[in-house]
């Protein structure tokens, strides 16, 4: 499917499919075309070529409230004059539904969602996590084929997001309903998913697990975006195999295993996770194990207890790099200024020839 504003292709020639009763998550950038794409799966904007299937049935001309779908905005969009019950038994009484029976599947929702007796709660008397699962239980009493969430978390403060995301997670597979999930937030999407799709620019770079994307991005904006990575721009100075020596402007060479046919010579990217590399204060470690190493000056160092990591400075091309520290407590006594060796094994970083 596509759809175009003027010269501007908001989504690009799109063609995927969704397992059913799975969590696919839509990752990207503001911009990419992520917000476009789920309204025109909910039917609220019209795609300019392509079919929508939901459940084997063509969508298209099916206006929003004719389709087996749900929709979880970012600001939930709860009543506030309206009591918790009101809430998630709207949709059932805007359908006709007996007010008995209303009650009785409120009831029931409400006690998989984990809010029992909250009927006749106010809006404004729940937390943020509590809005969201009542938001979330509005839409699956429906019992729709579909659920779409719109960056559902991105109103809540990091600790509740944290919370909500392991929620989440439970609440899809307690169900089995088939999420459709949209997300700036790459840790959202890679512990929520079981697949998930990377957009850019209106197209998907590519589409698989959490884990192949992280640990076989086959694009170097997959492997910039997904996760943190030192980037290093060069050229391919040997091909062996497939290994690339990248020497980068700045004097830097390092080896890479090369993702997709690179030639000698070429423009490339190298990219290294901070924790595959590997800290010492005596490059000996390194060369005992037969692995690249470098020298290098402690210019900063981030405590985030097992997330810290440490900022060095190359020693003879400057070049700056992140290296995640050990959760051992080994590095405790690192100090800025100080002199330590880095290395890793050159099948773990990957090299892209660079984009035009």
């Not at 904007?45 to 979880?72: A, F, Q, T």
């Not at 779409?148 to 944290?162: M, Q, T, V, W």
């Not at 400057?318 to 200024?337: K, Y």
Request: hydrophobic share 45%.
């Amino acid at each position: 499917m596509a759809k175009h504003y003027g010269a501007f292709h908001a989504v690009d020639d799109l063609s995927f499919s969704v397992a059913r009763g799975s969590f696919f998550s839509i990752l990207g950038p503001s911009g990419c075309g992520k917000t476009t794409l789920l309204r025109m799966i909910a039917g609220f904007l019209c795609p300019d070529s392509g079919d929508i299937l939901i459940g084997g049935k063509p969508m298209n001309g099916v206006p929003p409230n004719r389709r087996p779908v749900n929709m979880v905005f970012q600001h939930l969009a709860l009543f506030p004059m309206m009591s918790v019950g009101d809430n998630v038994g709207y949709g059932l009484a805007r359908r006709g539904v007996a007010k008995d029976e209303i009650q009785r599947r409120v009831g029931e929702m409400l006690e998989r969602v984990s809010l029992p007796g909250a009927q006749n709660k106010r809006v404004d008397q729940l937390s943020g996590g509590q809005k969201q699962r009542v938001a979330i239980a509005r839409s699956l009493v429906l019992e729709p084929t579909l659920l779409l969430l719109d960056e559902p978390l991105g109103a809540l403060d990091l600790k509740l997001r944290e919370h909500m995301k392991i929620e989440l997670k439970q609440l899809q597979a307690a169900f089995g309903t088939t999420f459709v999930y949209i997300t700036h937030d790459q840790s959202e999407a890679l512990v929520l998913s079981d697949h998930v799709a990377v957009m850019n620019a209106g197209h998907f770079e590519q589409v698989g697990t959490p884990q192949a994307l992280y640990y076989e991005p086959q694009t170097p904006f997959v492997a910039g975006f997904v996760g943190a990575n030192n980037r290093i721009a060069g050229h391919a100075t040997d091909v062996n195999g497939s290994l690339v020596t990248v020497t980068s402007a700045q004097g830097l060479v390092l080896p890479a295993r090369a993702m997709g046919q690179i030639t000698p010579g070429a423009s490339v990217e190298a990219f290294v996770r901070p924790e595959v590399a590997r800290l010492a204060r005596s490059s000996s470690v390194f060369a005992n194990a037969g692995l690249p190493h470098w020298q290098a000056t402690v210019n900063s160092l981030l405590f985030d207890g097992a997330n810290s990591a440490v900022l060095l400075n190359e020693a003879q091309s400057h070049t700056e790099f992140r290296i995640a520290l050990p959760q051992t407590g080994e590095f405790a006594d690192l100090a800025v200024g100080e002199t330590v060796a880095f290395g890793f094994d050159p099948q773990r970083a990957v090299c892209f020839a660079a984009q035009a």
